[in-house]
């Protein structure tokens, strides 16, 4: 598991390329090609939009309507693993696009990788974990270019996705915000 390159296809590759500044090898990096350049690498926007597609529960399918490509390489993911491990298993653990019990749910997120039998449940399993990650991405790249232009756009868009998720974890919605600001 996240032993070996990963290649992102169509929109998702466009919209991975746009939010990183740059891969680790030999992609153009966004400030030639333009960009927003809120991560650093793609395994970063990976990471995050696993968090992002679980959050929002957005999953979306591989597109291959165009011929973008972005490729995540094994050495970042040696980097990262036990993050993306960590991501992976909650992933498999929050999932609700299943009716699994809590003990199924346990084996898919901890045993599945390890045990031969389940090879094929397990690629369902990263399937859907890449699911939700090009999901993330998606939501990612619509918040960052809706109304951005300058890279303080860029900026100010990051500290009001940072305060939702503060008040969001705070236990504060923005229904409510609004609530309060209408009565």
């Not at 395994?43 to 696993?50: G, H, L, S």
């Not at 597109?63 to 993911?77: H, P, V």
């Not at 901890?110 to 999901?135: A, C, I, S, W």
Request: hydrophobic residues 30%.
């Amino acid at each position: 598991m996240f032993e070996n390159d990963y290649t992102i296809n169509g929109k998702h590759a466009t919209y991975l390329k746009f939010l990183a500044k740059k891969n680790s090898k030999d992609d153009q990096s966004a400030e030639e090609k333009g960009g927003s350049k809120l991560f650093e690498r793609y395994i970063d926007v990976y990471m995050n939009a696993a968090i992002w597609g679980l959050l929002y529960s957005r999953t979306a399918k591989r597109d291959t309507g165009s011929e973008d490509r972005a490729r995540i390489y094994a050495d970042a993911f040696a980097k990262e693993r036990e993050n993306c491990v960590f991501l992976y298993r909650m992933v498999m653990l929050l999932d609700k696009t299943t009716n699994l019990s809590p003990e199924d749910r346990v084996d898919r997120a901890f045993r599945y990788d390890t045990l031969p039998e389940k090879k094929d449940e397990f690629q369902k399993n990263m399937e859907l974990f890449h699911d939700y990650v090009r999901g993330g991405i998606e939501l990612m790249y619509e918040k960052f270019t809706d109304g951005c232009t300058t890279q303080d756009d860029y900026l100010n868009r990051t500290y009001e996705v940072m305060s939702a998720f503060k008040k969001e974890i705070e236990g504060i919605s923005y229904d409510d915000e609004i609530g309060k600001i209408l009565k």
